[in-house]
């Protein structure tokens, strides 16, 4: 049975934007769950580790932490940061 | 629900004072479409924490009544969808076009979310006003109504993963523009307001310093559904301990073409406030104003109880605000009662976004002219005996779209409009 996506793809073309978005958002999303797989740490942690800016960490990690691939832990010695873990990781 | 093209009222915006026109008329037997540009109904209301002063849960308010209206025999609703071309023909007799966009996803869609867990685009969700990520295929919130799913076709990669994923085969992008032509005898203008756009004040920093929010921003962050696991900082997670509120961010302010009090900022930012010494109990809160306009039923006492939580209220017009490196803000402020400029450091800053008109209803009239008041907003041509009344006659204005008000007044005034409106469509009004 044709989908009706077949029907869409004829009538339009992905953008160049949409195209580098999936791309920055998945490179940014290894980074984050690959440096969680080791323990789990805060966010400033995690921009320092992966040398990322700490607002697309921001952004990216609790984009992930909707949709289920991480979960918040305790905070930090100071009370100022959360500690983040990837889900089901004990 | 019933689908014909005859209506006896034809309702415009779906918020609170939309579904209380919406509902008033239908609840007395006459036939009213509600039309809502907006994938659900529930306007700005259904988005908020608490409401003020009595700190009942927005939510529980508004939910049954979307649930009344969308469930309500007499009502049908088009969402995601806008209204073109009102022409009066004679007295009681409108017509209009209805223009139904569509949303790729059928009314099959059991909200299951399946889709939107294999969607691989990820862009800023609006409904959490951009502070974080949703799909492009998603269920707008979790208690929007309809709670079907939509395709941001925009932002969709055409990948197809929804189609082949959806267990209810609701997905279907041969979806097209429909274009109804509707008749009706009466229209209620509700399209509600917009909220200032506070980059148009640069020296605020918002969109520059992420640790600048709006009022809305923390709205969000106060629900249970919030975009983070706490109220964080947007720029790196924190958890902030010392919040600044600064008022009449686009109200009052003549150089953003925004003279008028909003009428809900002081009162929204000092239940924020008290919101917040509940949520992080260690925080201090600092509310910087010209004026506390506490001028409701309960308001005043509202303002002492937040002062007796140890709120602080400084009066202080707030000039510029810098970021330092670690992300905390300096407040540079005149302090008004010393006379003299003063700064200060805070960790997150909110500023008090003001309301302005939604002035969409401005271009959906063909042969007759609805007038706007010097604001913009629609005019209420006899303000003081009949509020809702405009200049066609036929056509009354509900809730924000005549002015800033809070929700009650919004209902009080949606109340006026199905009043006046019921008068007209039984002939009393000529």
Redesign the interface.
């Known amino acids: 049975m044709k989908k009706t996506i077949d029907v869409m793809k004829e009538k339009r073309k992905v953008s160049e934007s949409v195209r580098n978005s999936i791309k920055s958002f998945n490179k940014i999303k290894k980074l984050i769950l690959k440096s969680l797989e080791s323990e789990e740490k805060t966010i400033p942690e995690l921009a320092k580790e992966t040398n990322t800016d700490i607002e697309t960490i921001t952004y990216h990690l609790m984009t992930l932490l909707k949709y289920g691939f991480i979960e918040a832990g305790d905070m930090d010695d100071d009370d100022e940061y959360y500690y983040y873990k990837l889900k089901n990781k004990k | 629900m019933t689908k014909s093209n005859e209506y006896d009222a034809l309702v415009i915006g779906g918020g609170i004072a939309g579904e209380e026109a919406a509902l008033n008329l239908a609840n007395i037997g006459y036939k009213i479409l509600l039309v809502e540009k907006d994938l659900s109904i529930g306007g700005k209301m259904i988005h908020l924490s608490k409401v003020f002063p009595t700190l009942d849960c927005g939510a529980c308010i508004t939910t049954p009544k979307v649930s009344e209206t969308a469930r309500h025999p007499n009502i049908s609703i088009f969402t995601n969808s806008v209204i073109e071309d009102i022409e009066k023909h004679y007295e009681n007799d409108f017509s209009a076009k209805l223009v139904e966009k569509p949303r790729?996803v059928t009314e099959d869609c059991t909200g299951c979310q399946i889709c939107?867990?294999k969607c691989?685009?990820?862009?800023e969700d609006q409904y959490q006003w951009d502070?974080?990520?949703r799909k492009a295929i998603y269920v707008p919130f979790s208690i929007a109504n309809p709670r079907i799913a939509a395709i941001d076709?925009?932002?969709?990669?055409?990948?197809?993963l929804c189609?082949?994923v959806c267990p209810a085969f609701a997905?279907?992008?041969?979806q097209e523009e429909k274009i109804h032509e509707v008749n009706f005898k009466t229209v209620i203008i509700a399209t509600g307001f917009e909220l200032f756009d506070p980059t148009l004040i640069p020296r605020y920093g918002y969109g520059r310093f992420?640790n600048v929010v709006t009022a809305m921003q923390m709205e969000r962050q106060l629900v249970p559904t919030r975009?983070?696991?706490?109220v964080?900082r947007?720029?790196?997670?924190?958890?902030p301990d010392n919040i600044a509120y600064v008022l009449c961010t686009g109200s009052r302010d003549e150089t953003v073409g925004t003279p008028i009090c909003s009428q809900v900022c002081c009162m929204y930012s000092t239940k924020q406030a008290q919101l917040l010494m509940g949520a992080l109990p260690?925080a201090d809160v600092t509310i910087y104003y010209l004026h506390i306009r506490a001028f409701g039923k309960g308001f005043c006492e509202f303002y002492q109880q937040a002062q007796g939580m140890g709120v602080e209220f400084i009066k202080g017009k707030v000039g510029l605000i810098k970021e330092k490196e670690n992300g905390n803000l300096l407040l540079r402020y005149e302090d008004i009662q010393e006379g003299i400029v003063k700064e200060a450091e805070h960790d997150l800053v909110v500023l008090s976004v003001g309301i302005l008109p939604n002035t969409d209803f401005s271009t959906m009239f063909k042969n007759v002219k609805i007038e706007q008041d010097d604001f913009e907003y629609v005019n209420q041509v006899d303000e003081l005996s009949s509020p809702a009344k405009t200049n066609i006659n036929g056509v009354f204005v509900a809730g924000t779209s005549s002015g800033p008000m809070d929700i009650p007044d919004s209902i009080l005034s949606a109340g006026a409009a199905s009043a006046e409106a019921a008068g007209y469509l039984k002939g009393g009004k000529k």
């Open positions: 790729y939107e867990e691989p685009v990820v862009v502070l974080v990520g076709i925009e932002n969709c990669s055409l990948c197809g189609e082949k997905i279907d992008f041969s992420k975009p983070f696991n706490n964080l947007p720029k790196d997670g924190k958890m260690m």
